[in-house]
């Protein structure tokens, strides 16, 4: 056990957890900030996918000894009242089915349009090759992400 | 018009008193921000409620709660139910606030999830929520202001009599009309005069969904819950032998090391009891963590079991089931496979003498078709929370079917089933899985054995190999034609592991006059369950290719060929016992010909046509498929299906374009092998699954349009699929492909 300080959603939160303990988990069982999903435990599927210094990451691979000073941002920060772009493209096409990749998928593609604001459809291909929608919602994820781009 | 009686929803409508804890997850009330619109109507609380029935509750400022009675994983029951009681009731869609009904048989029947049977079995008990509601509103402003209540209309929440220009709110009449007694017959609406049905409504829960509130299963919270993790055999046809906890139990911020029994001895199990390893450890710790590091660490030996046969209660009535003995590899199972579909198997339907129009042929055609086990691959793993305590239990799980957990719980338990009060979270997934839900019996004797609060959790591993899979089929059909290249007979021999696809009576019986069906089956350790639209899921992808063959021996086009046959079965059916609607089976086919521009495509475009009836429902598809460099890729899906009327049209389609997505990602890749009992892929690095740059870059989805009361949309679209899919490999490709995954490991075909 070790103590560690995060800044979260740009709060700052004291832990004493395991240093091996995955910030998935951090934020899940001490943070009680549940947004974040376990689908896998390897990075293979997408759900935990948070932003370490606004870059997307797989939180269930990432100890929480291996972020040094770096500020997180989860699907409960990524804006004040719900409003971001990419939130109101998601609603604007229901995107959701039974809603448990959404958070993740939603934190891919804020990464992407930051990176690339006017993405081609391999483009997005690429970047959200990584989260895994066991519902097929692709289509409605493709057209909520070229939406939000062109608001 | 429907004049319903009410009489057996009397039952349901208990005007109980305000429910407690009326099932929020959490303390979480959903708002419901139900416009079109993106900025969020916050409604204001009223300061009194008054319960009209089971299903709904009445603010005296006019907001309406409306409790759903069945539990979400995907399919949207959450706005399209709600929507039946609103309808009828007649309040604006804006003032519903949504909530999750507890499991509570009394009030809320058979809260079942599966089977495409929600909005079809509550189409009319909701509306008749609605209605009787609606009811007891004009009757009390009948009453008090003494007119006749044929006078009173109603329109979005206001109750009118026009005759003396007076109107009134139902915040405001709400609290006389709980003493207003149910009426015994009710007028529903016309689905002329829909207002609610029919249209599109935006997903209640979606601004929830995308902030990540606290939603699912997984999320479930509870003062003082302990974490728990199970540890299963890792291979079928073995149990538990010994566990040495010793080092485990001392490892940090772990409380405990338990063994269960799922079941007492001697219980007789139901149909969805389905479990391979019913005896488990399970760690119980402070964090997820910290149990899962303890997992790695945990001695445990395991040993073969021997076989066994015990009696089943499964829905078709009692059934003997072997289990054997013995550690299954796919190689065998294979070998198996082939030696009974080269032996007669059991007759289950013969029309005509299609012995001698084999005899007779001038050609036969003979095709075998095979798919592989499936794992279900929700993408929220297996967990339950469960409070066991001295005689009441308190248990919140993401699960299909509460009603039939029931039993095994009170009996594993030893307390009595008035006692346990069931949550439903909302699932994050189900597809069949959930429906058996040992993992919850599994969670209360944990907690029961620990004296705590607990929340169990599958690891994605755990949840992969644990069993209760799509079984694995096969499929032999043989088509003889006459010396003018006529169909003359078909004969089908289907089976599997451990059961038999085969649908006896489904097209194209009836539309032939020599006809063959015969399966068969092998005993299996392996597990196996429900996986969207069972049996439908390989018998529809087999037939569908082989029509294609068919037609395109004699010369035919597909759709045609298809329209022909039914066009038989409609005027001069083959039999009594056919089970589809010729007509409505034409239906989806002419209207996907029309919709695709069949005929009139580009020459690059690489076409598949298939067509099924499941669940009630037709679905018919017209998949494009190109190829680059081996590497195929589905371009267009066009899609048309009679679900008779369609509750929330945009979420229908999202359902579709979800089935169609799901269908194509299984019929590459889905696949799951044995070796010596144990499954070969155990996460998603080695279970493909389909991902956003293999999904359809455009689907289309078109509605017969009809008045019949809604059948089921969340199955039929599904199988039908791995028929286009295979069907267009073959036009873009030349090759015809029979074996699922079509492309397995490969990323190319050839």
Known sequence: MAKFNLEVNGQNFDVEVDPSTPILWVLRDHLKMLGTKYGCGIAQCGACTIHLDGEAVRSCGLPISSIDKKAITTIEGISENGDSKIQKAWLQHDVPQCGYCQAGQIMSA?????????????????????????????????????????? | MSILKTSIGRRRFLKSSALTGGGLVLGFSCFVSCQTKTEEEVLAMPDEWFEMNSYLKIGDNGVVTIYTPNPEFGQN??????????????????KVIVEQAPFHAKKYGFQFTGGSRGINSRWEPLRMAGASARHMLRAAAAKQW??????????????????????????????????????????????????????????????????????????????????????????????????????VKAMPGIVDVVSINSFKEGYEKGGFDVNAFPELVAIVGNSTWEVMQAKKKLKVEWMPFTAKTETINGFRGKEEKHTPAGLESTTEHNARIEELASKPGKIVRKDGNPEQAFKNAAKVIERSYSAPFLAHNTMEPLNAFAHVQEDKVK?????????????????????????????????????????????????????????????????????????????AYQATYKAAFDENNKLTAIHIKAGGIPESPLFANRFPAGALDNYLAEEWAIDSNITIGAFRAPRSNFMAGAEQAFLDEVAEAAGEDPIQFRLDLLQRAKENPVGEENDYDAERYAGVLNLVREKSAWGNEKSNKHRGISAYFCHNSYAAHVLDMEVKDGKPMVTNVCCAIDCGIVVNPDAAINMAEGAITDGIGNAFYGELTFKEGQPE????????????????????????????????????????????????????????????????????LG
């Open chain 2, 77 to 94: 029951v959450r706005t399209s139910m709600p929507m039946l009681v609103a309808e009828e009731l007649d309040v604006d869609w804006k």
């Open chain 2, 395 to 471: 248990i919140a799980a993401p699960i299909q079917i509460p009603n039939f957990i029931m039993p095994t719980l009170a009996s594993s338990l030893g307390i009595e089933l008035e006692n346990i009060e069931m949550e439903l979270p909302r699932m994050g997934g189900g597809f069949g899985r959930k429906a058996y839900a040992h993992y919850v019996v599994e969670a209360a004797l944990i907690s029961q054995k620990v004296n705590a609060p607990v929340k169990l959790i599958y690891s994605r591993e755990d949840d992969m190999t644990n069993g209760i899979y799509r079984p």
């Open chain 2, 146 to 247: 003494e007119v006749p209540i044929e006078e009173i209309s109603t329109s979005e929440g206001v109750l009118h009599h026009t005759l003396s220009d007076r109107t009134t709110s139902y915040g405001e009449m709400a609290a006389a009309s709980v003493d207003i007694p149910v009426p015994k017959e009710i007028k529903l609406k016309e689905v002329k005069d829909f207002k609610i049905i029919g249209k599109s409504h935006k997903n209640v829960d979606a601004k929830n969904i995308v902030t990540g509130k606290p939603m699912f299963g997984l999320d479930y919270q509870a003062e003082g819950m302990l974490i728990a993790m199970i540890e299963h055999p890792p291979a079928f046809g073995m149990k538990l032998k010994w566990v040495d906890d010793a080092a």
């Open chain 2, 681 to 748: 892929k155990k996460n998603f690095h080695q279970y493909r699954m389909i991902r956003m740059g293999e999904a359809p870059k455009a689907i289309e989805v078109h509605f017969v349009k009809n008045e019949i009361a809604p059948t089921g949309m969340g199955e039929p679209p599904f199988p039908p699929i791995f028929g286009a899919v295979a069907n267009a490999i073959y036009k873009a490709t030349g090759v015809r492909k029979y074996k699922q995954p079509f492309l397995g490991d490969k990323e190319v």
């Open chain 1, 110 to 151: 804020t990464a992407l349009l930051k990176d690339k604001p006017s993405p081609s459809d391999e483009d997005i291909d690429i970047a959200m090759h990584g989260n895994i929608c066991r519902c097929g919602t692709y289509s409605r994820i493709k057209a909520a992400i070229k939406t939000a781009a062109n608001s």
